[in-house]
């Protein structure tokens, strides 16, 4: 059953503490994708990755790290120093353009 | 930068009358995409448009380019309790040489029985 598939769904971390969200494809896509949605807004596009060993910063990149060490994996880090990084956190993956999404990872930093 | 616009940004309609939502791009789009978000889950893609002018229909819903390839429409015809969710549009420019996608801010739509 091809998906991408992130966990955890729910996520509780205390302010300045770094948390890792997992993404997990096994589509074979080789462009990969987070974004961030933020209640009454649309998708912003944090990092993406169009090939293993390589990945690029969207327009919200600051205070978030990835990495892509292998194709089916593209794990999001929120630092210490995002201001603000209580939100709905997607990764996607993509084929001929338009996105494929995981579930969402719901991260509240108390 | 690109900015991708959605009016309205939420409509309650009653079982059985239409919807229409908008989308407007201040750039000129290479494409334009269209996704449904259920209350607490994913985007889930539904259409890409791609020619200038391009109109396409999936059973109730009808979604249309603009000429200028600068906006777009998703009508839905008829709505059902199953229609309720938000509807993003997202247009992709290749201005940057990677063909980014920019997601508009989305409209909720409400259907009461």
């Known amino acids: 059953d091809g998906g991408i598939t992130q966990s955890p769904k729910y996520l509780f971390r205390k302010e300045g503490q770094n948390v890792t969200l997992s993404c997990e494809q096994n589509?074979?896509?080789?462009?990969m994708y987070w974004y961030r949605q933020d209640p009454g807004q649309g998708l912003r596009l944090i990092y993406y990755?169009?090939?293993?060993?390589?990945?690029q910063k969207g327009d919200i990149a600051e205070g978030y790290s990835v990495s892509r060490e292998k194709k089916e994996s593209f794990p999001l880090t929120v630092t210490s120093a995002q201001k603000n990084p209580t939100a709905f956190y997607l990764c996607?993956?993509?084929?001929?353009?338009?996105?494929?999404f995981g579930p969402g990872t719901r991260l509240t930093v108390l | 930068g690109q900015q991708v616009m959605q009016i309205p940004q939420y409509q309650h309609v009653q079982e059985g009358e239409d919807f229409t939502t908008y989308c407007n791009s201040s750039?000129?789009?290479?494409?334009i995409q269209w996704y449904k978000q259920r209350p607490g889950g994913h985007p889930v893609f539904l259409i890409q448009l791609v020619k200038s002018g391009e109109v396409k229909k999936q059973k109730r819903l009808t979604f249309q380019f603009g000429e200028a390839k600068k906006n777009s429409s998703l009508h839905i015809t008829a709505t059902q309790t199953t229609d309720v969710g938000t509807y993003f549009c997202?247009?992709?420019?290749?201005?940057?040489?990677?063909?980014?996608?920019?997601f508009g801010t989305g409209t909720r739509l409400l259907v009461s029985p």
């Open positions: 996607a993956s993509s084929l001929r353009g338009h996105r494929y």
């Open positions: 997202a247009g992709m420019s290749s201005d940057t040489g990677f063909q980014k996608l920019v």
């Open positions: 750039t000129t789009l290479s494409n």
């Open positions: 990755s169009q090939i293993v060993n390589d990945f």
């Open positions: 589509l074979n896509h080789d462009a």
